[in-house]
């Protein structure tokens, strides 16, 4: 079944190509390191490795400057071993807490935890909660303090995965937060809905699920894969409907978790005016336009993966793509082109 119905496909629109450009800083002497984008991931644990290094690598292929991954300590010697232009933080102390008799010191190692994930978050632009984040219950709590604690900072949340395990059993957490993206699938998505008393299967309507959903939880922005990426702050209804890849691996939607997240970092950069611009996107409108802008990108990212390695085509021969499908959407596109344009060149 399509992700919208014929009908609500109509009713769906598009942002321009131009917004979504503006957000973009321009390659500048003038700029310096981090003013492109700092994005910091929390995710990672003992079984889950991948996920967070494609999330990262991701949004350092589609142009942030730096990466930050909070990650389990049993995670991070694989993560930092899979790039170097990763940073990557092993905050989360599960097994040194795990038969710990010592209360007080249990407290202790796990207050320190938080401060250090408190410490990180003032030093980026757009947190992303959930790839490898696994469902053991002081991932989750650590999950929960930094959404808590990004919030308290005003940063653009991306959550996915297992982080929508938990907004799904806490929706207070995010409900009401205009600045946090969900990026859910199929699943997921049928599960935030039943949380929130939304027909997930519901096609009969001019108003999508996704919208309801979006409203439901107070204008936070869902953008629910699918054959059509159908994205909604619950007023505004996008619909991004290039061409993806056929082949669905594992790791594809970290991979657009990290092109959002650079997005999103670039619109936190354009609203501090850090380069000279026009403002002609207005701060509400950012999250809806760096979301449909990341599910353009990532279709077509694994579009051309797919047209080379056709079934065997892994996340890992997404990322690749990235960085010269950007050259060609950005740097050789004229300003005013159009989304086809831009695509296909």
Excluded at 91 to 103: M, P
Excluded at 172 to 192: H, M
Excluded at 199 to 220: H, I, W
Aim: glycine share 8%; net charge negative.
């Amino acid at each position: 079944m399509s992700t919208l119905s014929k009908q609500q496909q109509e009713a769906a629109t598009v942002p321009t190509y131009t917004q979504y450009r503006s957000l973009v800083p321009p390659l500048s002497a003038h700029l310096h390191k981090g003013q492109g984008g700092r994005v910091g991931i929390l995710g990672g644990s003992s079984d889950y490795t991948g996920a967070p290094y494609f999330s990262g690598m991701s949004a350092l292929r589609l142009g942030a400057d730096l990466c930050h991954i909070i990650c389990d300590e049993d995670a991070a010697t694989a993560i930092k071993s899979y790039s170097p232009d990763i940073i990557v933080h092993p905050y989360i102390k599960i097994r040194a807490t795990a038969n710990l008799q010592d209360e007080k010191k249990s407290n202790a190692i796990w207050a320190q935890t938080f401060d250090d994930i408190g410490e990180l978050l003032k030093r980026i632009h757009v947190l992303v909660v959930g790839p490898g984040l696994s469902r053991d219950r002081q991932m989750l709590q650590c999950a929960k303090h930094a959404i808590e604690k990004a919030k308290e900072l005003e940063i653009p949340i991306v959550i996915d995965a297992d982080g929508l395990f938990l907004i799904q059993h806490e929706p207070e957490l995010i409900r009401g937060y205009s600045k946090a993206v969900l990026t859910p699938n199929i699943v997921e998505f049928g599960r935030l809905c039943s949380s929130q008393d939304v027909d997930a299967t519901d096609q009969s309507s001019v108003e999508p699920p996704v919208q309801k959903l979006a409203r439901a939880f107070g204008g936070v922005v869902i953008v629910q894969k699918g054959s059509i990426d159908a994205i909604s702050d619950g007023t505004t209804l996008y619909a991004a409907a290039n061409d993806g890849g056929l082949k669905r691996s594992g790791g594809q939607g970290d991979i657009l978790t990290g092109l959002l997240a650079t997005s999103l970092a670039w619109g936190a950069a354009y609203e501090k005016d850090v380069w000279e611009h026009d403002h002609s996107v207005q701060t509400q409108q950012i999250p809806m336009i760096a979301a449909f802008g990341a599910c353009v990108l990532n279709r077509e990212s694994s579009r051309l993966a797919f047209e080379k390695h056709k079934r065997s085509v892994q996340a890992s021969d997404v990322i690749p793509e990235i960085g010269p499908l950007f050259v060609t959407f950005y740097d050789k596109t004229r300003v005013k082109a159009g989304w086809g344009e831009a695509i296909y060149g």
